[in-house]
């Protein structure tokens, strides 16, 4: 039976979230249809559902995960916890208290730090490598700019609920937890105790297990002989992943998505390899000239023409390992793949996940990254993993 229920806003962060589940041996699924029938017909102590709410309108985004949580709730899952972008894009002020209320619970606990990968939250700001979010990379970003760097604040722009920092009050409410560090993070689930309502990044998600007794001890991953035949796609404009795309760039030929098939073939036979680039300096888009509207449809169509040739290429090659870095050609190519399963084994590095998915023809490895994490060397040790 479902203990557990994570509801994250985009795949990435469903899979870099589910992977702390499943690395703990605990039963975890993950959906990526944006819903669920009876939870009873999945066999996970810990269910994670995709919702792809990060650029719905905010009221879309408060139905969606009221529903699923509601629903839940009556069935008898126990916790949940709302996975929450560690830049804090997206719906986050409409999510959190479409859960708190659908819940029912007294307080919301929201554990926003990610000290692996440079997120820190001090006196309610949140911050990135040490910069406020909202002067960051990510107060840039084209489709979910963030705007605020003060936790109350950016949660004040969707919702009325009363945010504190520490304090608890009478009527329900959002507590923000502090952290820049890893036992920072052990000190708030210290903290928090076995509360329902629950939200974070993937950073906290990894203290969930022992903290609501699920912790199965960890599995040994069974590792493929010799070196996977492997075909990256990025599909992330972030300048975190365009830092490391330089950076391999030194090692590895990185097609653009104009080049032919012919021509990354050819690559693939002689190197066991091929990188390809959505990002194209010469063909830059100027997003402040265009308006909201233009982007989301410039975003679409771009995850459109991303997917559709890796579905092409990924046929053609049939590589052992599929790895792709930016949500939304994720959540495209999985679907043009017919996937019918993706399950989460483990973590190359933090934020970068390891999966084995299958659809109808075959099963077959994939690694899954958020433009924004991974270190400058993330694609020579993907590369290089033992798989």
Do not use: W
Not at 194 to 200: F, H, R
Not at 255 to 284: H, P
Not at 326 to 348: A, F, H, M, N, Y
Request: hydrophobic share 40%; aromatic share 8%; net charge negative.
């Amino acid at each position: 039976m479902t203990k557990l229920l994570v509801l994250a806003d985009d795949f990435t962060g469903a899979l870099d979230t589910g992977v702390q589940f499943a690395k703990a041996g605990i039963a975890t699924s993950v959906l990526f249809s944006g819903g669920c029938g009876k939870l009873a017909d999945y066999p996970a102590e810990a269910l994670v559902v995709d919702l792809e709410s990060r650029h719905d309108e905010p009221e879309t985004a408060y139905k969606k995960v009221y529903e699923i949580a509601e629903k839940a709730r009556a069935e008898g899952v126990k916790y949940f916890y709302k996975k929450t972008d560690s830049a804090l894009r997206g719906n986050i002020g409409a999510e959190l208290s479409a859960l708190l209320k659908a819940v029912g619970a007294p307080v919301l606990e929201f554990v926003p730090a990610f000290p692996k990968n440079g997120r820190t939250t001090k006196d309610g700001i949140q911050y990135v490598s040490g910069v406020e979010t909202a002067k960051s990379v990510f107060g840039a970003d084209p489709f979910n700019p963030v705007r605020h760097s003060y936790i109350p604040d950016i949660i004040a722009e969707q919702s009325n609920v009363k945010v504190t920092l520490g304090e608890t009050l009478s009527e329900p409410f959002i507590r923000v937890h502090d952290a820049a560090t890893e036992e920072d993070l052990q000190k708030a689930a210290d903290k928090i105790g076995k509360g329902a309502a629950m939200s974070g990044c993937a950073g906290f998600a990894e203290y969930l297990p022992k903290l609501l007794g699920l912790d199965r001890g960890g599995t040994e991953r069974k590792k493929i002989a010799g070196r996977a035949k492997i075909l990256l796609v990025s599909g992330s404009v972030n300048a975190i992943t365009l830092e490391q795309l330089a950076e391999a760039a030194k090692e590895h030929k990185i097609f653009a998505l104009s080049e032919s098939d012919a021509s990354i073939a050819e690559c693939y036979t002689q190197k066991g390899c091929a990188i390809i680039s959505s990002a194209d300096g010469a063909n830059e888009i100027d997003f402040s000239a265009h308006s909201a509207a233009e982007i989301e449809a410039l975003r679409r169509e771009t995850a459109e023409i991303i997917s559709a040739k890796t579905e092409r290429l990924f046929n053609m090659f049939c590589p052992e390992l599929l790895a792709i870095f930016g949500g939304d050609t994720l959540i495209q190519t999985v679907r043009k793949l017919g996937c019918k399963s993706i399950t989460p084994v483990c973590e190359i590095s933090s934020g970068t996940v390891l999966c084995k998915a299958k659809n109808a023809k075959r099963e077959f490895l994939l690694v899954s990254k958020s433009g924004g994490f991974g270190g400058k060397n993330i694609i020579k040790e993907i590369m290089e993993f033992e798989y």
